[in-house]
């Protein structure tokens, strides 16, 4: 019990459900992670999918890669992680433009590549305009214990 300053999640927490078979079990998970975190303690979450990516719907369209079967939306997410004895300090959007381009040629993927400079400042930026940001790739959160 409140043993450690950090708990991060990268990744992770949209797989729980979807391995474990078992809804409800982020629930679980969050629990536990709040079990462990000190008073006072961080809870980054990064990479959470948003139920609402243009990116995985596209995906998802055209069954060209990998897609989340369990995407939240920011209230959702809030609201989880309230029920779960867990405040949220921050949230962001990211990943209005892909990190990569999984499934298409490599030619294609690796002209993309040489860009990763300028199209992380540009995701920078269309992530910060609101409205348009409601279809980013991720959310992005900081939480502590209430």
């Known amino acids: 019990d409140a043993s450690f300053d950090v708990v991060l999640s990268c990744g992770v927490l949209e797989h729980v459900d979807e391995y474990s078979q078992q809804p409800g079990n982020e629930v679980l998970s969050l ?3 709040r079990r462990i975190l000190k008073s006072g303690g961080w ?5 959470l999918p948003q139920r609402m990516a243009w990116q995985e719907s596209i995906t998802r369209t055209l069954r060209i890669g990998y897609f989340h079967p369990r995407r939240f939306t920011a209230n959702e997410i809030r609201g989880i992680l309230r029920g ?3 405040q ?5 959007r990211f990943n209005m433009l892909p990190k990569n381009l999984t499934g298409l040629p490599m030619r294609l993927r ?5 860009l990763a400079q300028p199209i992380h400042v540009a995701d920078r930026v269309l992530s910060t305009v609101p409205i348009v940001n409601r279809v980013a790739g ?3 959160l900081t939480a502590r214990p209430v």
């Open 31 to 33: 629990r536990e992670i």
């Open 138 to 140: 991720v959310l992005e």
């Open 88 to 92: 949220v300090v921050q949230l962001k």
């Open 110 to 114: 690796d002209l993309y590549s040489m």
């Open 43 to 47: 809870f980054p979450i990064y990479q």
């Open 84 to 86: 779960t004895g867990f």
